[in-house]
């Protein structure tokens, strides 16, 4: 076992809970398409139900997608029966040396503990030259979000979190040190208004992966502390509140 975050729970939120709108989509996906050479098939590892991966096929990308979690794969293939997928853990790729002309890692190396294994894995199958897309995940930028999601973990005794990457800096780093050219990949701000209280019970619900090792009793003991807390330091809870969501996209193209 490799200790990689598997999203067997959230296969039937996961759409509900981290997609992005359509019309960030229509500016996002042509970005990355923008990067990805057509001459080899394109790999994405923790494909999921398909949130990147069909509309990257959508513009014609040839794409593989691996994922370790099961019914994340099932909600994909019932949403395209023809894509070409497989069961696998990121850090031991079932693909020969070279198969791939890229690849993509959105929203996955902040859940897999020897991400430094998975990179190596991503460096065998993709040729020289080739590039990798990569994103840890959205980065919650508000304060008020940021503050109160804090607090949550702090009540909780702060589990760790994440057991993978810590940000998109440090995989700039290790990729630099293998030798690859770090890019930026012009990113959408995902901008709307949410709650305390609406973002509280989420925390509660258990739905976000940072909260799994968390028991049920814990998590509404926290809550609940936590909503005491943001009362006074924020007043009305039920509030709207404007938040603002990035992904920090990469694209590493390593040594030919």
């Known amino acids: 076992m490799t200790g990689s975050v598997s999203f067997d729970r959230a296969a039937g939120y996961y759409d509900q809970t981290r997609s992005l709108p359509d019309d960030l989509m229509d500016v996002l996906v042509p970005r990355l398409v923008a990067e990805i050479p057509r001459d080899r098939p394109c790999l994405e590892i923790g494909a999921g139900t398909g949130r990147?991966?069909?509309?990257?096929?959508?513009?014609?990308?040839?794409?593989?997608?691996?994922?370790?979690?099961?019914?994340?794969?099932?909600?994909?293939?019932?949403?395209?029966?023809?894509?070409?997928?497989?069961?696998?853990?990121?850090?031991?790729?079932?693909?020969?040396?070279?198969?791939?002309?890229?690849?993509?890692?959105?929203?996955?190396?902040?859940?897999?503990?020897?991400?430094?294994?998975a990179v190596d894995e991503l460096t065998r199958v993709v040729v020289p030259g080739g590039v990798l897309l990569a994103s840890k995940g959205a980065e919650r930028t508000t304060e008020w979000e940021v503050g109160v999601r804090r607090h949550f973990c702090v009540e909780a005794g702060?589990?760790?979190?994440?057991?993978?990457?810590?940000?998109?800096?440090?995989?700039?780093?290790?990729?630099?040190?293998?030798?690859?050219?770090?890019?930026?990949?012009?990113?959408?701000?995902?901008?709307?208004s949410y709650s305390i209280s609406a973002l509280l019970a989420t925390l509660e619900q258990g739905i976000f992966a940072a909260c799994w090792s968390l028991?049920?009793?814990?998590?509404?003991?926290?809550?609940?502390?936590?909503?005491?807390?943001a009362s006074h330091e924020y007043g009305d809870l039920d509030e709207p509140r404007a938040t603002s969501h990035s992904s920090e996209w990469r694209a590493y193209r390593f040594p030919g």
């Not at 028991?215 to 807390?229: F, G, I, L, N, Y």
């Open 52 to 117: 990147i991966a069909l509309p990257l096929m959508d513009r014609g990308v040839d794409l593989v997608g691996v994922d370790i979690s099961a019914e994340m794969l099932h909600r994909l293939l019932a949403k395209r029966a023809n894509a070409n997928v497989a069961l696998a853990d990121a850090t031991r790729l079932p693909f020969g040396d070279r198969t791939f002309g890229s690849a993509v890692a959105s929203h996955v190396l902040h859940l897999i503990p020897d991400w430094k294994t």
């Open 158 to 192: 702060d589990p760790p979190w994440p057991p993978g990457i810590g940000s998109m800096d440090e995989l700039d780093g290790e990729m630099s040190r293998r030798g690859a050219v770090v890019g930026r990949v012009e990113d959408v701000v995902n901008e709307g």
């Open 215 to 229: 028991d049920e009793e814990t998590r509404r003991r926290s809550a609940a502390a936590t909503r005491e807390w």
